[in-house]
């Protein structure tokens, strides 16, 4: 608060400085006092003039307070006179107001004077413009029943050519007195109207009585004349003369193809259209000029019609059920589909683009067939029944190289093409559902009669038992692409309603199912020809090789076996499915040795030079055969036989525990002491001396490995000990001297 203080009475001293300016230090706002004494008497010989100097101050003192004295006493005079003057200008506004009052009750007075002389003035304006409005609405009126006269004059006489504009004008008139209905003589106008309008729209209805088929008129600008009144008749009346012109050319429909008569004959459809088709060049002819082209008249019956037949063909079908011929069935719907063709040409001539012309005909008759369309799915699925049974009876299960797929599979694909063509030209609706569940019945039925051959196969290994798979196999192959194009087809031409419903994955997964199951037949025939080879390699005693040969005589007979069914395969197999099932085949071999070796045990060092060199030759064997085909073949030949040369490097590891389990460790880095305990038994380590390589792989001596391992050991040392008491000659009393 100090320092507010401070600063607010230093600013006032400035302000005092600006406004009255001095030289004088004492009026200084930077003044002190301490300073100033010290400059005036700065020694003791100084102070010797300091009663003059305290004269002085005191004298100024005394002119100062005389000053503040006086100029108070002047501002007090000035108060006085101020208050004065306020009370001369107070009494002047109240004059200045007074004043202005009288002005306005002046100016007041004025403008009613100025109304009483105008008043008369204005009485006469409006009555002026009452008196127009009388006179514009009696003309109006007038003219009403003026033009009402000679509006029922060209009725009576027929002649339309002027009566559209006049009774629009009457109507917009008369649109005008709508707010006085309660006058009678309006009311009386409005009835007159509504039966002038009533009588036109009978006599013109009556003009367009008939069709125009048999009674053609002649006067056909007066035709045309009486249809422009239509529209002035009001919106409805119009509509309501297009419903009843079209109704009457459908009474001329059903008079010509009553039910029952040989035209009406489903086998005569094509009459109906013929019929309509005539129909529609006279109306062309005769009408066309009449009506306005917006109002779509020839469009209207061409729909009723339309609807009209398709009622009557549903109808006919409904009653020829049990009798309904499938050939006559197709028939009628080809020309009807024909019909609906020709419909969207004649039209979209006529400027109409074609997708709204589609959307309006296409299936507007040929729908009625939807429901009957299973006498053609029955006389199909009858077809396809015999000529599956057929195609299997006559099959005979021979292939060769340029055609690797059973006849049986291209004659039911075939069939179905053909008559997935002649349904399209048909029908994209229930009838095309209908053959494409057929299809898929009997292609599933096919694909169950393969895999019931496939099974009946299983004990044979013959060439022409091999021939028969590898055909089963391609004609999988061929029926699930077959099928995947179809689902495609039949997706891009069914009806929306349907597209959802369309789905063959079933029928895709049987084949990629029996596919796969002729590719494993095929391997189990080939590894019941290596049975000997197999055989041959567990008979071998690889603990007593006495010396390395270039190979045992099991990777011979592997060798040959699989050069004899090579090219077979290759020949036979379609070339996408041959890498895959080398690849299959392969490694069924590779794992079917691992599975012989790993049974063996007390493998030699020689015996396990021998097995590595027995693998290296059967890796170039397998490389070899499938050499021609992609490289992936044999670099998985590679990937599956490595573990087998890796096995044989532990084979051939120095005994000592640290050399065979360091060994171990960085060849299956990934694999654990239960398959280095394995591989120790294959080397012929008793169980008594695996606890030193366990210690050295790092296992607790508590694990259950460990004590199976002991137990094993403790057994085994009793077997031999029983063994070895039985071959004693001491128990039999031998070398005793006895």
Same mark, same amino acid.
């Given at each position: 608060k100090?320092?507010?203080? *401070?600063?607010g009475?230093? %600013?006032?001293?400035f302000?005092?400085?600006q406004?009255?300016?001095?030289?004088d230090p004492?009026?200084?706002?930077?003044?002190?006092l301490? =300073? #100033?004494?010290?400059?005036?008497?700065?020694?003791e010989e100084? @102070?010797?003039?300091?009663?003059?100097?305290?004269?002085?101050?005191?004298?100024k003192?005394?002119?100062?307070?005389?000053?503040?004295?006086?100029?108070?006493?002047?501002q $007090?005079?000035?108060g006085?006179k101020g208050?004065?003057?306020?009370?001369?200008?107070?009494?002047?506004?109240?004059?200045?107001f007074?004043?202005i009052?009288?002005?306005?009750?002046?100016?007041?007075?004025?403008e009613?004077?100025?109304k009483?002389?105008?008043?008369?003035?204005?009485?006469l304006?409006?009555?002026?413009t009452? *008196?127009?409005?009388?006179?514009r609405?009696?003309?109006?009126?007038n003219?009403?029943?003026?033009r009402?006269?000679?509006i029922?004059?060209?009725?009576?006489t027929?002649?339309y050519s002027d009566v559209a504009y006049?009774?629009?004008?009457?109507?917009?008139?008369?649109?005008?007195f709508?707010?006085?209905?309660?006058?009678?003589k309006i009311?009386?106008?409005?009835?007159?109207?509504?039966? %002038?309008i009533e009588t036109?729209k009978?006599?013109?209805?009556e003009?367009?009585?008939?069709?125009?088929?048999h009674?053609r008129s002649a006067d056909i600008k007066?035709?045309?004349?009486?249809a422009r009144?239509?529209?002035v008749?009001?919106?409805?009346?119009k509509?309501?003369?297009i419903?009843?012109?079209s109704?009457?050319?459908?009474?001329a429909?059903?008079?010509?193809?009553?039910t029952?008569s040989?035209s009406?004959?489903?086998?005569?459809?094509?009459?109906?259209?013929?019929w309509f088709?005539?129909?529609?060049?006279?109306?062309n002819?005769?009408?066309?000029?009449?009506?306005?082209?917006q #109002?779509? &008249?020839?469009?209207?019956?061409?729909?009723?019609?339309?609807?009209?037949?398709r009622?009557?063909?549903?109808?006919?079908?409904?009653?020829?059920?049990?009798?309904?011929?499938p050939h006559?069935?197709?028939?009628?719907?080809?020309?009807?589909l024909?019909f609906?063709?020709?419909?969207?040409k004649?039209?979209?001539a006529?400027?109409?683009p074609?997708?709204?012309?589609?959307?309006?005909?296409?299936g507007?008759?040929?729908i009625?067939?939807d429901?009957?369309?299973?006498i053609?799915?029955q006389?199909e699925?009858?077809?396809?029944?015999?000529?599956?049974a057929q195609?299997?009876?006559?099959?005979k #299960?021979?292939?060769?190289?340029k055609?690797?797929?059973?006849e049986?599979a291209?004659?039911? &694909?075939?069939h179905?093409?053909k008559?997935?063509?002649e349904?399209?030209? @048909?029908s994209?609706?229930?009838?095309?559902f209908?053959l494409?569940?057929l299809?898929?019945?009997?292609l599933?039925?096919?694909?169950? +009669?393969l895999?019931t051959k496939?099974?009946g196969?299983?004990?044979k290994?013959d060439?022409?038992?091999l021939r028969i798979i590898?055909?089963?196999?391609n004609?999988?192959d061929?029926?699930?692409?077959?099928?995947q194009?179809v689902?495609?087809?039949i997706?891009q031409?069914?009806d929306?309603?349907?597209k959802?419903? &369309?789905? @063959?994955k079933?029928?895709?997964?049987?084949?990629?199912?029996l596919?796969n199951?002729?590719?494993? +037949?095929?391997v189990?025939? &080939?590894?019941?020809k290596?049975?000997?080879?197999f055989?041959s390699?567990?008979?071998?005693?690889? +603990?007593?090789i006495?010396?390395?040969?270039?190979?045992? /005589?099991?990777?011979?007979?592997?060798?040959?076996e699989?050069n004899?069914?090579f090219?077979?395969?290759s020949?036979?197999?379609?070339?996408?499915?041959?890498?895959?099932?080398?690849? +299959?085949l392969?490694?069924?071999?590779?794992?079917t040795? =691992?599975s012989?070796?790993?049974?063996?045990?007390?493998?030699?060092e020689?015996g396990?030079e021998?097995l590595?060199?027995?693998?290296?030759?059967?890796k170039?064997?397998l490389?070899?055969? $499938?050499?021609?085909?992609?490289k #992936?073949?044999?670099?998985?030949?590679?990937?599956?036989?490595?573990?087998l040369?890796?096995?044989?490097?532990?084979?051939?590891s120095?005994?000592e525990p640290?050399?065979?389990?360091?060994?171990?460790?960085?060849l299956?880095?990934?694999?654990?002491?239960e398959?280095?305990?394995?591989?120790?038994?294959?080397?012929?380590?008793?169980?008594?001396e695996?606890?030193?390589?366990?210690?050295?792989?790092?296992?607790?001596?508590?694990?259950?490995?460990?004590?199976?391992?002991?137990?094993?050991a403790q057994?085994?040392?009793?077997?031999?000990?029983?063994?070895a008491?039985?071959?004693? /000659?001491k128990q039999?009393g031998?070398g005793?001297g006895k």
């Open positions: 100090n320092s507010r203080a *401070l600063k009475a230093s %600013l006032m001293s302000d005092l400085n406004l009255f300016p001095s030289s004492l009026d200084s706002p930077d003044f002190n301490v =300073e #100033w004494i010290n400059k005036r008497f700065p020694n100084s @102070l010797e003039g300091i009663e003059d100097e305290v004269t002085l101050m005191r004298d003192i005394k002119k100062i307070d005389e000053q503040i004295i006086t100029e108070i006493s002047q $007090s005079k000035a006085a208050k004065e003057q306020l009370e001369q200008a107070q009494q002047s506004i109240m004059l200045l007074q004043k009052n009288d002005i306005k009750g002046q100016a007041q007075e004025a009613r004077m100025v009483e002389i105008t008043g008369d003035i204005t009485e304006d409006t009555a002026k009452n *008196l127009t409005l009388s006179i609405a009696l003309t109006q009126l003219n009403i029943v003026s009402l006269a000679q029922k004059e060209m009725v009576q027929r002649q006049s009774l629009e004008a009457v109507l917009e008139m008369l649109k005008l709508d707010d006085f209905k309660n006058v009678p009311l009386q106008l409005h009835r007159e109207t509504e039966e %002038l036109l009978v006599q013109i209805f003009e367009f009585k008939g069709d125009f088929i009674s007066n035709l045309s004349s009486a009144v239509l529209p008749l009001g919106p409805e009346v509509a309501q003369f419903k009843d012109f109704q009457r050319q459908i009474a429909y059903d008079m010509e193809f009553v029952g040989e009406s004959k489903l086998d005569h459809t094509e009459r109906r259209y013929s088709m005539k129909l529609l060049n006279e109306y002819r005769d009408y066309a000029p009449v009506f306005d082209p #109002w779509h &008249v020839d469009e209207v019956i061409t729909r009723d019609i339309c609807l009209r037949t009622e009557a063909l549903i109808n006919l079908m409904g009653m020829m059920r049990d009798n309904l011929d006559t069935l197709k028939r009628a719907l080809k020309k009807t024909l609906e063709k020709e419909l969207v004649i039209f979209s006529k400027g109409i074609e997708e709204t012309l589609r959307k309006n005909y296409n507007i008759v040929s009625a067939f429901d009957f369309m299973y053609n799915t006389q699925e009858r077809v396809m029944q015999e000529m599956l195609a299997l009876d006559e099959e #299960w021979r292939i060769d190289s055609s690797k797929v059973l049986s291209k004659i039911i &694909v075939f179905f093409v008559a997935r063509e349904c399209l030209a @048909l994209t609706g229930v009838g095309f209908d494409y569940k299809f898929q019945k009997y599933e039925k096919y694909g169950t +009669a895999k496939l099974r196969l299983e004990s290994t060439d022409s038992t590898c055909a089963i196999l004609t999988a061929f029926c699930c692409n077959t099928a194009e689902e495609l087809g997706k031409a069914i929306d309603r349907f959802e419903k &369309v789905v @063959l079933p029928t895709i997964d049987l084949f990629e199912g596919l199951a002729s590719v494993d +037949a095929l189990s025939k &080939v590894n019941l290596l049975d000997g080879a055989n390699l567990s008979d071998i005693d690889w +603990a007593t006495d010396a390395v040969r270039d190979q045992s /005589p099991f990777v011979t007979m592997i060798q040959s699989l004899t069914v090219p077979l395969f020949e036979l197999i379609a070339e996408k499915h041959f890498g895959p099932f080398c690849y +299959a392969i490694t069924s071999v590779v794992k040795v =691992e012989t070796i790993s049974k063996m045990r007390g493998i030699s020689l396990s021998q590595l060199c027995d693998i290296k030759m059967l170039n064997s490389s070899k055969i $499938s050499a021609t085909e992609e #992936w073949i044999s670099k998985r030949i590679g990937q599956q036989i490595a573990p040369e890796k096995l044989c490097q532990i084979l051939l120095p005994p640290m050399v065979l389990v360091s060994t171990y460790k960085s299956f880095p990934s694999s654990g002491p398959q280095l305990v394995k591989y120790l038994e294959m080397k012929g380590i008793k169980k008594s695996q606890e030193s390589y366990l210690d050295q792989y790092g296992t607790t001596k508590n694990s259950s490995l460990r004590q199976s391992i002991r137990e094993a057994e085994e040392e009793s077997t031999h000990r029983k063994i008491s039985f071959f004693d /000659p039999y031998l005793t």
